[in-house]
């Protein structure tokens, strides 16, 4: 199921993203954590500090489905993802 819809990226993100070189993993899971926002949020994007004001839980099948890589059968992407994007990405978005 890859992603097939735009959606906005919040000037923040785009910041953030750009401040360190960031790999391709941890991209591809930005791009799955915002079009999990995106679509729970019907495309509302103005209302995310309302909605989202604490920690949520996303599916990581849900993930892999949408930006993982093809044929992977594990989620050893998500962790590699996760250790460069580093614990800042909560607190600087």
């Known amino acids: ?13 785009i910041k953030f993203l750009l401040e360190g070189e960031r790999s391709f993993l941890a991209l591809r899971l930005v791009h799955g954590l915002l079009y999990a926002i995106h679509s729970s ?40 993802a996760c250790q460069d994007l580093g614990s800042g990405l909560i607190t600087k978005i």
């Open 1 to 13: 199921m890859p992603i097939n819809d735009t959606y906005t990226i919040p000037a923040p993100v």
């Open 41 to 80: 949020l019907r495309g509302n994007m103005s209302i995310v500090p309302a909605q989202f004001p604490k920690e949520h839980a996303v599916r990581t099948s849900s993930l892999a489905a949408a930006v993982g890589p093809e044929k992977c059968k594990d989620n050893r992407w998500l962790h590699t």
